[in-house]
Each structure stands twice: as structure tokens, then as C-alpha cells.
């Protein structure tokens, strides 16, 4: 079977990534046997985003094809124990590709802001990042997994043309989230402008913990 390939995202710029396609698993049945195997459920995919260190943002951009009127999104959700971290978000949303029945999209991020920096001089603890893994329902495309820079906009940008993410993952920390980023809505929007390569510089300061310097 050939993988369904997705049209939920468009890359704009002077050359286009590698993209990785999963094919949907069935089960196989003998010629000879006489009782076929029932047909097996499509087994979750699993993607990996790792913590990225303080100041920078990770993300997956993932696409579905669904049947045409269906109205259940495809599912995404952490697969194994996430401890949620002082100052890291993790977010994820997916939603309908804009006028389109049967395309759709997710986005998944894990932002990690960076405190100001200690008026003592002393230098902060390390802290660990731990690889994250990401259940989402077959059959997808995934289009990106990576660093997305929030101070620069992206060689390769990524546009996800949808109305609106509708969050279905959220791991926040109540500690050392900015205003108004602790909203995981905000921070997949924020996200999502920096993937199109229009990187907010108020989202870039405060993901930074300091002014932005490129431009």
C-alpha cells in the first residue's frame, strides 16, 4: 500500500526537506489459510521531541488524510510518563487543513524559556531534557520534527493554512512561564508564526530571556 500523502502544510523558500512517509501497517493474511485474521487497527506512530535547552523550541508538524465528511480529528496524545518542568511548555493541536474535507494537521511544540539572567552572577543549574514521545494515529506524513528558530525566520518556512489549532496536549509548568505564554492557544499561534518564517519579537524575547538581535 502507498502511503497517503497529506497536503496540510506548504513549504515556500528555495528548497524543500526531506520528508519522512509512514505507511499504514495491515495484516497479512495466508493464501492458504482458511480462516482470515481479522484486519488489524492501524497502530499509533510514535514521535520523538526532546526538551530543547533553555531559549530554544522544539516542534513536529505532522499531516492526516481522513474520509470526506468525517468530523473526529486524528489523535495525538503522549505516549509514556512526562514530568512537567520548571519554565518548559508542551503543546499540541490539530485541526481541520482550511477548506478542505478530508486534510488535516497537528502541531506539536515544546518551548523552553530562558530566565533572565542572575543579578549575582552565579550560574544557573543544568537542567535535564528528557526525550519526549509523541502517540499519533495512523496514517500521517511527517512534514517537520526540529528546532525552530523564534529570532530569525526559517530557510525553509512552514505554512500551516488551518483556522485555528484546537489544543488536545497540554503539560505547562506553573513556574517561570511568561505572560501571556502559560495559554497553550497562544503558544501554538506563536509557533505556528515562526514555522511560516514571521517570528513574533515579543515571543522571541521572552523565549530568549533577552532582546532579540537578529533580525
Known amino acids: 500500500m502507498r502511503p497517503v500523502r497529506g497536503r496540510g502544510v506548504l513549504r515556500t523558500g528555495l528548497c524543500v526537506g526531506a520528508v519522512t512517509l509512514v505507511a ?7 493464501a492458504g489459510s482458511e480462516r482470515a485474521s481479522p484486519r488489524a487497527k492501524p ?23 481522513r474520509k470526506a465528511g468525517s468530523t473526529a480529528p ?18 499540541g493541536g490539530v485541526s481541520r487543513w ?13 518551548v523552553n524559556f530562558k530566565p533572565q539572567p542572575p543579578s549575582t552572577g552565579r550560574t544557573l543549574a543544568a537542567v ?11 496514517p500521517y506524513k511527517t512534514v517537520f520534527v526540529g528546532n525552530v528558530p523564534v529570532d530569525r525566520a526559517m530557510k525553509r518556512p512552514i505554512v500551516i493554512n488551518s483556522f485555528g489549532l484546537g489544543v488536545v496536549l497540554k503539560r505547562i509548568s506553573r513556574v517561570g512561564i511568561p505572560d501571556p505564554y502559560d495559554n497553550p492557544a497562544y503558544v501554538l499561534n506563536e509557533v505556528r508564526r515562526a514555522l511560516a518564517g514571521l517570528p513574533n519579537p515579543a515571543f522571541a524575547a521572552a523565549v530568549l530571556g533577552r532582546l532579540p538581535t537578529s533580525g
Do not use: D
Not at 501497517?25 to 495466508?30: I, L, N, R, T
Not at 486524528?74 to 503543546?91: C, F, K
Open 74 to 91: 486524528p489523535r495525538i496524545a503522549l505516549a509514556g510518563r512526562y514530568t512537567v518542568r520548571p519554565r518548559v511548555t508542551l503543546v
Open 24 to 30: 499504514l501497517p495491515f495484516a497479512a493474511v495466508s
Open 98 to 110: 482550511a477548506n478542505s474535507e478530508t486534510q488535516w494537521v497537528a502541531l506539536v511544540t515544546i
Open 43 to 65: 497502530a499509533p506512530g510514535i514521535i520523538k521531541l526532546r526538551v530543547p535547552a533553555p531559549g530554544h523550541v522544539n516542534a513536529a508538524v505532522l499531516t492526516f488524510t
Open 128 to 138: 535535564t531534557r528528557p526525550l519526549v514521545r509523541i502517540r499519533a494515529q495512523r
